[in-house]
Each structure stands twice: as C-alpha cells, then as structure tokens.
C-alpha cells in the first residue's frame, strides 16, 4: 500500500509546475553513449554504432518509471559530419512519452588525438497521461481529463575530447514546452556539464572518473561522479555516487570485436529509499566499423 501510494504521490509532483525539476530520462551507463547526454558527442570515433539500453528504476513500486532508448549513429560521406537518430520511449504510472530524436554533429580535429565537437538535436514528442490508469480521487480537476500533446525539442551541445581530458555542456532541450492548457505544468531546461579523465595505470588498465552536474533552469543542482576502470579494452566495471540519491554498480564486457554489453544496479539512498530501493540497467553496443573512416581517425585507447 505504502509503495503504491508513493508512486501516485510522485506522478502528482511530477506533472505539477511546483515539483517539476527533474524531467530528463536518467542514464548510469552515459559515459558509454554520451551522445544521449550530448548531442555534441555524437560520432567520434567514426563508426558506425548502434545502442540499445533499458532501465528499470524502484524496483517493486507499482507504475514505477520504465525507459527504452534504441539509437543508431554514422558518419556521413560529408567530411567530419555524422548523425544519429534515436527513438525514446519514458513511462511512468499513466504517463507515457515517446520522443523520435535527429543529432548532427560536426567535428573539429586538434591534432591526432584531440577534437572539439559542435551538435544539435532536434526531437519530436508525444507526450500522455491517461488517468484510467492508477487509483486516485476524482474530485480534483486534476484528475479530470486525460493530457495529450505533440511537443518539439532542440537542444545543442559543445564536445571536448583529447588524449587524456574529455568533457562538454549541453542542453537537451532549451524550449520550455507547456504541457497543459491550464498553464500548470510545463518542462525546464537542463543543463548538462560532463568533465572527465583517462589515466592508464598500466599499458591495458585505465581508469576514468568523471563528473557530471545536472543544472535545472532556476532550480536544483544534480552531481554524479563516477570511476570506470578498464581491462584490455575488453572489461570495464565501476561506482557511481549520484549525491544524496543512488550509488550503481556498473560491470561489462566487450562480448565480440562488435558487440558490448554492460549492466547497471541502482542503490537508492535518498529519504524514500524504503520504498525506491534499486534500479537496474541493460546497455547493449554494436559497432560496425567503417574502414574508410576509421583508418583515417583510428586512436588508442577508445572509450
């Protein structure tokens, strides 16, 4: 009962323009595909590449948040340039949102081992909230008709990567869309700021922490860090600390020369973590390469 009346309580807050500051899909396995984070990111290594994930957050709470994200991202025949497109499906309880997403991003080589990247991102949503589904009262107006809207999103983001530092900012959508007609919810823009490290212990050991903050337009402030090590580019495993809400736990593998695989738990440590205790997360990588790219911008120690 606990568990289901904390799902309902959340979706309120959720829609309502009081509670609305954290609206962007979380991702733990981001530093795995930072074109989701940063449209900026997208394509630096000129493969060919394909991404698939699912997560799983509150594990045993009724209409708990669910997100399947599957993204495809290539390098064009135009030099320097690549797109990707991905396909976002969010659900929560009653809401639904499905998000068709364009990337472009162009990039400017340093030197060997050094670029810096320009992207956009531009996306249409469908966003619902059907009240069929759940159990609340229905003497508040809120509750009274369902929400249907066809939203636009842009975004842009600016993409560093060097043979030790790499890191950006982004928004993944600058446009304070109205949810509502009644003006009482609409969304905010975030900010991402993403600043890493690779450091090579060892020929074929490298760790890279990072930290990444989440900035909510004239609202709260979210810090992640996090330490990957990798093993022969082939494992890869790690702690995440996202502050006063979850630490994750992150292993994976390189299963073939094109297929990645990599898995996430959530452990939630926030005030309601009796009732939201754990997440878990599937982030599956095929990569294709494309030799007349790749030659040309083949680098060690990819990540």
Not at 131 to 147: E, V, Y
């Amino acid at each position: 009962m606990k568990k289901h009346k904390f799902c309902f309580l959340l979706l309120v807050s959720l829609i309502s323009k009081i509670c609305f500051a954290q609206q962007e899909t979380q991702y733990t396995q981001y530093t795995y595909n930072l074109s989701s984070i940063n449209p900026g990111a997208l394509g630096l290594h000129n493969e060919v590449k394909i991404f698939g994930s699912v997560r799983s957050q509150w594990t045993g709470v009724e209409g708990a948040p669910q997100t399947q994200y599957l993204s495809i991202e290539t390098p064009l025949n135009y030099k320097n340039l690549s797109l990707g497109l991905s396909l976002i499906n969010d659900k929560i309880g009653p809401l639904t949102a499905t998000e068709f997403v364009a990337n472009v991003a162009y990039q400017v080589p340093i030197d060997r081992f050094k670029k810096i990247s320009f992207g956009v991102r531009i996306g249409a949503r469908a966003f619902n909230v059907d009240w069929s589904k759940g159990t609340h009262q229905n003497d508040d107006p809120l509750f009274s008709q369902n929400i249907q809207e066809y939203l636009m999103s842009f975004g842009a983001g600016i993409y560093y990567e060097g043979e030790k530092l790499f890191g950006g900012i982004s928004s993944n959508n600058l446009l304070p869309n109205q949810l509502t007609s009644a003006n009482d919810a609409y969304e905010i823009p975030h900010y991402n700021i993403l600043l890493g490290y690779k450091l090579a212990l060892k020929e074929d050991l490298i760790v890279k922490p990072t930290l990444f903050t989440k900035i909510v337009d004239g609202g709260a402030i979210n810090i992640e860090t996090s330490a990957m090590v990798e093993y022969q580019e082939k494992l890869f495993g790690g702690l995440s600390y996202r502050y006063k809400s979850a630490v994750a736990l992150t292993a994976g593998m390189q299963i073939t020369h094109s297929i990645k695989v990599g898995y996430s738990y959530d452990i939630s440590i926030s005030e309601t973590s009796s009732l939201n205790s754990s997440a878990h997360e599937i982030l599956l990588i095929y990569i294709l390469k494309k030799e007349k790219y790749s030659k040309k911008y083949q680098r060690e120690n990819r990540y």
